[in-house]
Protein backbone atom coordinates (compact mmCIF):
# COMPACT_ATOMS: atom_id res chain seq x y z
CA UNK A 1 0.00 0.00 0.00
CA UNK A 2 1.44 3.66 -1.23
CA UNK A 3 1.04 6.27 1.56
CA UNK A 4 1.60 9.77 0.59
CA UNK A 5 2.25 12.46 3.44
CA UNK A 6 1.86 16.13 2.32
CA UNK A 7 3.31 19.23 4.31
CA UNK A 8 4.22 22.63 4.50
CA UNK A 9 1.53 24.57 4.13
CA UNK A 10 0.10 27.05 5.86
CA UNK A 11 -1.11 31.60 5.47
CA UNK A 12 1.31 33.69 3.65
CA UNK A 13 0.78 36.95 2.39
CA UNK A 14 0.76 37.81 -1.47
CA UNK A 15 4.10 37.80 -3.29
CA UNK A 16 5.70 35.24 -0.22
CA UNK A 17 6.74 31.48 -0.85
CA UNK A 18 6.08 28.04 0.67
CA UNK A 19 7.70 24.74 -0.26
CA UNK A 20 5.66 21.81 -0.13
CA UNK A 21 6.77 18.39 0.23
CA UNK A 22 5.47 15.09 -0.30
CA UNK A 23 6.84 11.50 0.63
CA UNK A 24 5.84 8.51 -0.15
CA UNK A 25 5.97 5.29 1.33
CA UNK A 26 6.75 2.82 -1.53
CA UNK A 27 7.59 -0.50 -2.33
CA UNK A 28 11.75 -0.56 -3.41
CA UNK A 29 11.32 -2.11 -6.29
CA UNK A 30 8.26 0.67 -8.06
CA UNK A 31 8.33 3.47 -9.73
CA UNK A 32 6.11 6.33 -9.93
CA UNK A 33 5.20 9.76 -11.75
CA UNK A 34 4.65 12.09 -9.11
CA UNK A 35 2.35 15.30 -9.32
CA UNK A 36 0.56 18.03 -7.58
CA UNK A 37 -2.99 19.07 -7.86
CA UNK A 38 -5.01 21.80 -6.10
CA UNK A 39 -8.32 22.37 -5.41
CA UNK A 40 -9.69 25.57 -4.69
CA UNK A 41 -13.05 26.50 -2.65
CA UNK A 42 -15.78 26.11 -4.96
CA UNK A 43 -13.76 24.48 -7.74
CA UNK A 44 -12.89 21.58 -9.02
CA UNK A 45 -9.56 19.80 -8.80
CA UNK A 46 -6.69 21.28 -10.98
CA UNK A 47 -3.61 20.59 -12.71
CA UNK A 48 -0.42 22.53 -10.80
CA UNK A 49 2.71 20.26 -11.74
CA UNK A 50 4.13 16.94 -12.84
CA UNK A 51 7.16 15.47 -13.03
CA UNK A 52 8.43 12.04 -14.32
CA UNK A 53 10.37 9.09 -12.31
CA UNK A 54 13.35 9.67 -14.00
CA UNK A 55 14.68 12.40 -16.10
CA UNK A 56 13.51 15.68 -13.91
CA UNK A 57 11.14 16.14 -16.77
CA UNK A 58 8.39 18.68 -15.72
CA UNK A 59 4.85 19.76 -16.88
CA UNK A 60 3.29 23.12 -15.22
CA UNK A 61 0.10 24.58 -15.72
CA UNK A 62 0.20 28.00 -17.36
CA UNK A 63 -1.05 29.97 -14.24
CA UNK A 64 2.00 28.42 -12.62
CA UNK A 65 4.96 28.89 -15.11
CA UNK A 66 7.80 30.74 -13.92
CA UNK A 67 6.75 30.93 -10.19
CA UNK A 68 6.72 27.12 -9.06
CA UNK A 69 9.13 24.76 -9.62
CA UNK A 70 8.66 20.50 -9.19
CA UNK A 71 11.45 18.29 -8.33
CA UNK A 72 11.87 15.19 -6.13
CA UNK A 73 14.73 13.21 -4.81
CA UNK A 74 14.24 9.61 -5.50
CA UNK A 75 16.08 8.35 -2.78
CA UNK A 76 13.80 10.07 -0.13
CA UNK A 77 10.82 9.39 -2.09
CA UNK A 78 9.77 12.89 -1.75
CA UNK A 79 8.50 15.22 -3.97
CA UNK A 80 8.93 19.37 -3.84
CA UNK A 81 7.05 22.12 -4.95
CA UNK A 82 8.28 25.15 -4.84
CA UNK A 83 5.93 27.91 -4.89
CA UNK A 84 7.18 31.47 -5.35
CA UNK A 85 5.50 35.00 -5.53
CA UNK A 86 2.50 33.79 -4.42
CA UNK A 87 -1.05 35.29 -5.16
CA UNK A 88 -4.40 34.84 -3.68
CA UNK A 89 -5.84 33.05 -6.79
CA UNK A 90 -3.13 30.04 -5.63
CA UNK A 91 -5.32 29.54 -1.91
CA UNK A 92 -6.36 26.07 -2.60
CA UNK A 93 -5.36 22.91 -0.73
CA UNK A 94 -2.80 21.07 -2.87
CA UNK A 95 -2.76 17.43 -3.37
CA UNK A 96 0.26 15.27 -3.91
CA UNK A 97 -0.26 12.31 -6.71
CA UNK A 98 1.57 9.62 -7.60
CA UNK A 99 1.04 7.36 -10.51
CA UNK A 100 2.83 4.10 -11.39
CA UNK A 101 4.97 3.72 -14.29
CA UNK A 102 6.77 1.12 -16.06
CA UNK A 103 9.95 1.31 -18.07
CA UNK A 104 8.12 2.80 -21.17
CA UNK A 105 7.10 5.86 -19.18
CA UNK A 106 9.93 6.50 -16.76
CA UNK A 107 10.40 9.77 -18.50
CA UNK A 108 6.76 10.46 -19.08
CA UNK A 109 6.34 13.64 -16.62
CA UNK A 110 2.06 13.93 -16.80
CA UNK A 111 -0.88 11.84 -17.54
CA UNK A 112 -4.74 12.59 -16.92
CA UNK A 113 -5.58 13.40 -13.36
CA UNK A 114 -7.53 10.09 -13.18
CA UNK A 115 -4.80 8.36 -14.13
CA UNK A 116 -2.69 8.69 -11.16
CA UNK A 117 -2.97 5.54 -8.56
CA UNK A 118 -2.49 7.84 -4.95
CA UNK A 119 -3.60 10.58 -3.18
CA UNK A 120 -2.47 12.23 -0.65
CA UNK A 121 -4.60 13.74 2.04
CA UNK A 122 -3.85 17.61 1.01
CA UNK A 123 -2.69 20.35 2.45
CA UNK A 124 -3.90 23.36 2.51
CA UNK A 125 -2.52 27.20 1.55
CA UNK A 126 -4.15 30.08 1.94
CA UNK A 127 -2.48 33.56 0.20
CA UNK A 128 -4.04 36.66 1.66
CA UNK A 129 -3.76 40.05 -0.15
Known amino acids: QVRLVESGGGLVQAGEALRLSCTAS????????MGWFRQAPGKERAFVATISYVGGITSYADSVKGRFTISRDNAKNTVYLQMNSLKPEDTAVYYC??????????????????????WGQGTRVTVSS
Open 26 to 33: VPTDSAYA
Open 97 to 118: AAKKVSGSTWFTPRFPSDQYDY
